[in-house]
């Protein structure tokens, strides 16, 4: 009964912790930290592997609810940390929920300063409410393409 007891209560907590844990959030200097290690992956192995490296190695290109995405300088997806059914689909006209068109503000923020932030309004994969999120955009060592990784604020 009592060793019944001693495996019952960790997997208890485990589910009582699973929401919170689920629901971990990355920062600002994460993002940017993993949109400069994006860089210099491309840039090391090139387009091909590395945007196969964004969307397949989840261990290495996933942190909490953050992922590495890149665009090319059409708005077709080259890779998606989180959902590998958007590579190669065009997003040139992708809004957020508010109509803000995504990939034009990015490619906008690109053009006039190479990197920075691009702000708008997305559904959050886990609770599916619409939130803030900031995207940490930066040019793509071709000059063309854009890397990208979002935060929930």
């Given at each position: 009964?009592?060793?019944?007891?001693?495996?019952?209560?960790?997997?208890?907590?485990?589910v009582?912790a699973a929401p919170?844990l689920a629901e971990?959030?990355?920062?600002?200097q994460?993002a940017?930290?993993?949109?400069n290690?994006?860089?210099?992956?491309?840039k090391?192995?090139g387009?091909?592997?590395?945007n196969?490296d964004?969307?397949?190695?989840?261990a290495?290109?996933v942190k909490k609810d953050?992922?590495?995405?890149?665009?090319?300088?059409k708005?077709?997806?080259?890779?998606?940390?989180?959902?590998?059914?958007?590579?190669?689909?065009?997003?040139?006209?992708?809004?957020d929920?508010?109509?803000?068109?995504?990939?034009?503000a990015?490619?906008?923020l690109?053009?006039?300063?190479?990197?920075?932030w691009?702000d708008y309004?997305w559904?959050?994969?886990?609770?599916?409410k619409?939130e803030g999120?900031?995207?940490?955009v930066?040019k793509?060592?071709d000059?063309k393409s854009?890397i990208?990784?979002g935060?929930?604020?």
């Amino acid at each position: 009964m009592l060793r019944r007891q001693l495996f019952a209560l960790p997997a208890a907590l485990l589910v009582l912790a699973a929401p919170a844990l689920a629901e971990e959030r990355g920062t600002k200097q994460e993002a940017i930290a993993m949109v400069n290690a994006a860089f210099e992956h491309l840039k090391a192995v090139g387009s091909e592997k590395a945007n196969a490296d964004f969307t397949s190695d989840k261990a290495k290109w996933v942190k909490k609810d953050l992922y590495v995405f890149v665009f090319d300088e059409k708005g077709v997806f080259l890779s998606h940390g989180a959902n590998d059914k958007l590579v190669g689909r065009n997003m040139a006209n992708m809004k957020d929920a508010n109509g803000k068109g995504i990939f034009p503000a990015m490619q906008e923020l690109a053009a006039k300063s190479g990197t920075g932030w691009v702000d708008y309004d997305w559904a959050h994969p886990q609770t599916k409410k619409v939130e803030g999120k900031s995207s940490y955009v930066r040019k793509g060592p071709d000059g063309k393409s854009l890397i990208g990784v979002g935060i929930y604020r």
